[in-house]
């Protein structure tokens, strides 16, 4: 059989829910896939699990390494992979029926598409799932306004592309995929997305984000993508024309490292270390066309200025929520008449968005709820004075 797909799933102590994972990924009404599991050094029965249905069906292929975490697995199966598209599933997740026949159709809709996209929905340890990705469009966008979510798992690549530019997942504990899709994205054209809920993401303790061992690391990974995602793009001769997106992307990873850091200690390391890069970068990469929260950001740093919530350009407001379905908004922060909206997560920390504005994790948001554009409305209209 020629593949079409190649699916890659990283396993490490998924016992409670591989089965589930592989159920949905061998019942794909598109059947011309391989599924690459790599076992990465588990001590319950995940590898026993695999080897059934690796007898069970010839396109389960098993591999097994020692516990080096789970860039080391992906990037294994990546040179494995044989198909001209690969998609990602993490082993306690798992595919609607038809995700990959839909997400080939999305790829394969025009010929300068190199990237598709689809929503998804999460999925706590108590059952309850809802639909987490309003962000996405139900579009084809070119590829540097992509609002694109920052994991591999709802999204088909190309592989020549992986191949041709050297694209793999670094081997750090948080933040390897949003270095992995941000470096892709950067040799894309268009991207394909749509709206539907194709991937059911669970939350549960024994997860990754669930189980990221110390705080003082996982603030130092995120500083760390912005120096990988600046290096490759300056390998590959993409710093001019995507110099806006970059450093929108590094101040969103600041501030997230800032608001993760578990005591001020770390978070005077953590802006010392952005000086000195920012002090690196900004005579190599242009800042002039960036948002005024990411140059107020910049400035501070070039100047060796630590960066301070202060009164009147960096403030909390009013607590309060949306109950539309799409949000659930319980801080909202003003800075020089812009607005950020911070929604509730399970995960390791908050996700934080910028109105109208490239945002944390690079995220854009194309429209707001009525509720949330009257909320916003005073604050948007009015700035405040720079530090």
Known sequence: MSHLISIIVPVYNAQPYLRQCMESLIGQTLREIE????????????????????????????????????????????????????????????????????????????????MGECGYSVVCERGVSEIASPEIPEQVVEAPRAPIVYCPWNKIFKREIIEQFDIVFPGIRVGEDAAFCENYLTHCRLVACTKKSLYEYRQWKGSTMHTVPEKRSSCADQLQIAEIIFEHHKTWGKLTERSSRLWSNFSALYWSAIETAPCGKIQADITRASKEFVQCWLPQVSAEEVPPHVAWLLSCLRLGKTPEYVRGVFRKKSVWKVKNGRFIINEKWSFCGLTLLRRKSDGAGSIYYWAGILPVKGKLIPEYPQEIVREMGRDTQKGGAYA
Do not use: W
């Not at 790599?38 to 695999?50: E, F, N, Q, R």
């Not at 020692?66 to 001209?84: D, E, I, M, V, W």
């Not at 995700?99 to 190199?114: F, G, H, I, N, Y």
């Open 35 to 114: 599924i690459i599991c790599v076992d990465d050094g588990s001590t319950d029965d995940s590898p026993a699990i695999l080897a059934e249905y690796a007898a069970q069906d010839k396109r389960v292929h098993v591999f097994r390494q020692t516990n080096k975490g789970q860039s080391a697995a992906r990037n294994f199966a990546l040179h494995y992979a044989a198909a001209p598209y690969v998609m990602f599933c993490d082993s306690d997740d798992s595919y609607e029926p038809t995700m990959c026949a839909e997400m080939l159709k999305t790829v394969q809709s025009r010929p300068e598409v190199d």
